[in-house]
């Protein structure tokens, strides 16, 4: 804000749309303090600021001329839910009492609430992570900046610059940092700023894990005051870290609360300096070293004091975590009752990545007594992915526990799901018992688990993937002109004939598309794949375009699915609007839409499969498909072959509908086009294997 500020007054405002005379004004929500006198009442107060030398009434009289950029930063820095949406409210008025002026507002995404939204006279834009071109020529002016304030011969430095932002490029290519949430890491500008110093700092060696990442970020950070100037700092990593934990912990009790002023932090810090034996001043000369030496610590104004990045503070409330475990477990079950509050995925995430012990246990235990555990199964995943250690004992315990409780059936049935994913052979042990469980959920469950496995499968070396194989037949592709929300494009509905193939499972997950980038390092990565909403390790993967889908197929040597194919496997042998029936609460059983969604993307499986075993064929992501898209089936083939035109069509058919979208477009029938190089966030794809097809 404060560079839009300055550049509105050096640059050319009428260039861009905005008055010649227009004046910028920069508005620092966190100075709000009195919301009883109303937004104007603040905007006078921040213009008639005693240290600006400015008359009594500017403000009043500068609002009255009109013509201003009003320039509010930090929307989420008001840190009240309730008057964060008063001011919202606030700000929207702005632009009705004054229409000559013009309004910009930043907001942190974690803060930018339903209740707290602007209204539609904003455009709303979200800050994207770096492309890797971007990343890239980071690296390479950071190194260069850097090599020239080290070395006096600037010829030299520019050859040092290069060489190190060639290794640090390559580096980041490896596998390991292609891992989906490490390379959340490697497109943020402040982390990336990290990762170099990082790499400066160790030779070129870099961590490979999230947690083993900020524990570097975090030393180099501490310690490298004292390693560039070579004068001897107070404060060392260790010390560090144990009166900066707590700090961390206090702040993150507050949902939102990044900073607090040294008079508050004192209390929360004067134990640990004591404990870690600082004996160079107060708590408030700790803060100040800290922020001075190693930048880890912010000073945000004269008083107040908060992490560079959100991420250190999680991380180190994590560590405060563990630190007070060892002698008060409680205090995992406080957090446990946390589990799905997005301000605590993170901290959670980070604790259990940490080793020597890893917390897995006792936490899961904790987890599972609360009724967290049946609505946040993704997370739970999380945790099985990111976790140091992992161990199937919390899940075998529970289930035994909780077999005569029916309140918990739910539960038991979704850890029946992560046992049989994540450890078959210890599910395979309980079973006897389940068996003879009094619950029909239960019983159903296992009886498709039977059919499951005696359903005729195989896997694809080497992605892994699983396909069943569904028996040909005959339908009537397309719908009927009865149908509810029925499109013209999916007409004339026609009968074919398909022969035996078989069918994904699923939709290629993230860990399986992981997997296919680990053995290709040029392969791009898809474009959500740095977004926690999005790289899920058993989420579908999306953000990846026709021509990805096809790059993955042949690695695994399998084919996109012909739409016939698709549509043929979506019915298994119905002829309602989608597997399960006609109706939306037909719907809601097997397959994720808007209206039951919560307008996020789900992990694969969570739904009923279908006669043939196949889960997610409505909702969740759309999937791409061979064909070239036509308007309608007019000469459309009747052997199920894909309808694909010399030279191709500009668009591809995407069928299934997704978590996006509302229930008719997740219809059996409903088909929608998109073009091969698209890249959507609810777009993903499954793959078949066709007789006499092969990779």
């Known amino acids: 804000m ?41 905007i006078e107060k921040q213009l008639e600021d005693p240290h600006l030398g400015i008359p009594a009434g500017f403000g009043k009289r500068l609002m009255a001329r009109g013509r201003l950029l009003l320039l509010f930063d930090g929307l989420d820095e008001v840190a009240d839910a309730g008057d964060r949406r008063l001011v919202a409210r606030w700000i929207s008025n702005v632009l009705k009492a004054a229409p000559s002026c013009h309004v910009a507002v930043t907001c942190r995404f974690a803060g930018y609430t339903r209740e707290a939204r602007l209204d539609e006279q904003f455009l709303e834009m979200h800050l994207r992570p770096l492309s890797a071109d971007q990343a890239e020529a980071f690296i390479r002016n950071w190194y260069r900046l850097v090599q020239k304030c080290l070395m006096t011969d600037h010829h030299q430095a520019e050859i040092s610059a290069k060489k190190q932002a060639d290794d640090l490029v390559e580096r980041l290519k490896a596998p390991e940092f292609r891992a989906r949430r490490v390379f959340e ?15 400066l700092d160790r030779g070129g060696k870099l961590p490979d894990r999230r947690v083993r990442l900020y524990d570097e970020c975090t030393d180099v950070l501490l310690e ?107 205090i995992l079950d406080e957090l446990a009752a946390r589990f799905g509050d997005s301000w605590w995925q993170e901290v959670i995430l980070l604790l259990l990545g940490m080793s020597d012990p890893c917390l897995f246990t006792p936490f ?24 140091a250690e992992v161990s199937v004992e919390p899940f075998l315990g529970f289930l035994r526990a909780a077999a005569k409780k029916t309140s918990w059936e739910e539960p038991r049935l979704l850890a029946l799901q992560l046992l049989e994913r994540f450890a078959p052979e210890d599910l395979k042990q309980i079973l006897p018992a389940l068996r003879k469980d009094y619950s029909p959920i239960i019983h159903r469950w296992i009886l498709n688990k039977n059919q499951r496995d005696a359903a005729d499968t195989i896997k694809s070396d080497p992605s892994g993937y699983e396909l069943v194989r569904i028996p040909g037949g005959e339908f009537m592709m397309g719908s009927p002109e009865t149908e509810k929300g029925r499109f013209d494009r999916e007409g004339p509905q026609h009968r074919v004939h398909v022969g035996n193939f078989y069918m994904g499972r699923y939709p290629v997950t993230n860990a399986q598309y992981g997997l296919f980038l680990n053995a290709n390092p040029n392969i791009a990565v898809p474009e959500y794949w740095d977004d926690r909403q999005f790289n899920q390790s058993n989420q579908p993967v999306v953000g990846v375009s026709w021509e990805d889908a ?146």
């Not at 890491?185 to 790499?199: E, Q």
């Not at 007594?369 to 992915?385: E, G, M, Q, W, Y």
């Open 364 to 387: 899961m235990h904790a987890v599972l007594r609360t009724p967290n555990f049946a609505k946040h199964i993704d997370l739970v995943t999380s945790c099985l992915d990111d976790a």
């Open 550 to 695: 096809n790059a993955y197929a042949r690695w695994a040597g399998l084919w996109l699915p012909n739409e016939a194919h698709w549509e043929y496997t979506c019915r298994a042998d119905t002829t309602t609007r989608y597997h399960s029936g006609d109706s939306d609460s037909d719907l809601d059983r097997v397959g994720w839409y808007r209206e039951n969604s919560g307008r996020k993307l789900h992990a694969v499986g969570e739904k009923e499969p279908n006669a043939f075993g196949l889960h997610d064929m409505h909702g969740n992501v759309f999937e791409w498909v061979a064909d070239d898209w036509y308007e309608s089936y007019k000469n459309a083939p009747d052997d199920g072959s894909a309808l694909i035109d010399n030279p191709r069509r500009p668009y591809r058919v995407i069928r299934g509908g997704s978590w996006f979208d509302s229930a008719w477009n997740c219809r059996s029938a409903f088909r929608d086009r998109g073009e091969p190089g698209d890249r959507c966030f609810y777009v993903g794809f499954r793959l078949v294997l066709l007789p006499g097809q092969s990779g």
């Open 224 to 330: 490298l005051w004292r390693h560039s100037t070579g004068v001897r700092s107070t404060i060392d990593a260790t010390v560090g870290r144990r009166v900066l934990q707590p700090v961390a912990y206090w702040l993150h009790q507050q949902e939102g609360r990044t900073r607090a002023s040294a008079v508050e932090l004192a209390p929360v810090m004067e134990p640990a300096l004591k404990a870690a034996g600082w004996t160079h001043g107060t708590a408030a000369d700790f803060l100040e070293t800290v922020r001075n030496q190693s930048g880890l610590l912010t000073g945000w104004d004269q008083s107040n004091y908060g992490f560079m990045h959100l991420g250190f503070q999680e991380y180190l409330a994590a560590g405060e975590v563990r630190r007070r475990s060892v002698e008060a477990p409680a």
């Open 185 to 199: 890491l490697t497109r943020n500008p402040l982390l990336l700023t990290n990762i170099c110093l990082v790499h």
């Open 2 to 42: 404060k560079r839009l500020l300055l550049w509105c007054l050096r640059g050319d405002p009428q260039a861009y749309g905005l008055p010649t005379d227009i004046l910028p004004v920069f508005l620092p929500l966190r100075e709000l303090r009195q919301l009883d006198q109303g937004l104007d009442a603040f």
